[in-house]
DNA sequence: TCCAATGTTTCGCC
DNA sequence: GGGCGAAACATTGG
């Protein structure tokens, strides 16, 4: 569920509790529900992995971590849920992730110049934060949500096998044309994971990502944990074989 | 049945 | 103090 097309999806799906007032809140989470009692929801917005509820001079911010889940207007069963939004249209459900209030409003705590999937998304900018670090792997930079916001292991893998490049190698070894392909890639195949994702097509899609075979050269994939973030990459030493 | 995994933070050690 | 590894969270699917 967690990777940024996902969450679009989510803030997607609950529009019909965009400016509806919580009438109750439940759940096991460690924050005051009390304070959400009452307040209108100004909107729902996502940064990256961040599900975010807008409440003008307040927001609530989800994360799902690696587990979590939701649920529309139904409760899942034998689960606890972790924050229960109740409306008069309807409940939102959040179950084993991460919650917190951010205590101002949320335009300020947020940039969404690096959210590959935002309008504000600004490749120009991205370049010049990949520019500051040549020493950095390009699997670590491209899951590093501070650069590449929204993009996940699944989206790291599938864009490099794209373009041809190796996991390990240095963005200060690439080329400014490589660097600028791995920028609109990374925001073009979370546009297509999204396209997929609703349509329940995703796992097909994947060229690299869990295969046995590689799909252009027909020879089995490297498995391996790679760069600081040590994430499993899967990636073929044939054909991904640019700058390594 | 077991284990890995679409993620991130925190803690403790060297 | 930096850097690193492990733990914590706790579900799902292969």
């Known amino acids: 569920m967690p990777e940024g097309p996902s969450i679009v999806i989510l803030r997607e799906s609950v529009q019909a509790f965009n400016g509806k007032k919580v009438l ?6 460690k924050i ?21 509820i807008d409440f003008g001079t307040f927001y609530v911010r989800i994360h799902f971590m690696l587990f979590g889940s939701y649920s529309i207007n139904e409760k899942k069963e034998n689960r606890k ?4 939004l109740k409306f008069k249209n309807g409940e939102l459900n959040f179950y084993t992730c991460s919650v917190l209030i951010g205590e101002q409003n949320v335009n300020k705590d947020y940039n969404w110049q690096t959210d590959v999937m935002s309008e504000e998304w600004d490749p120009a900018y991205v370049y ?21 916001t929204g993009v996940g292991n699944i989206i790291k893998n599938e864009v490099l096998y794209r373009i041809k490049v190796h996991p390990e190698s240095r963005v200060g070894s690439m080329s400014p044309t490589k660097i600028k392909t ?5 925001s073009k195949y979370s546009f297509e994971f999204y396209e997929w994702k609703k349509v329940f097509v995703l796992s097909k899609q994947w060229k690299i990502y869990k295969q046995k ?13 790679t760069g600081l973030g040590k994430r499993k990459s899967y990636y073929c030493e044939n054909c991904q074989d640019l700058y390594k």
Request: proline share 3%; aromatic share 6%.
């Open 81 to 84: 849920i972790r924050l229960g």
């Open 182 to 186: 791995l920028i609109r890639q990374a």
């Open 32 to 52: 005051d529900k009390k304070v959400l009692v009452n307040k209108k929801v100004i909107g729902f917005k996502s940064w990256g992995k961040h599900f975010l």
């Open 128 to 148: 010049k934060q990949i520019k500051l670090q040549p020493e950095r792997m390009v699997c670590d930079v491209l899951m590093d949500q501070t650069i590449f």
């Open 213 to 225: 075979l590689c799909t252009r050269c027909d020879i089995k994939p490297e498995i391996k944990n």
């Open 24 to 29: 109750a809140v439940s759940g096991n989470t």
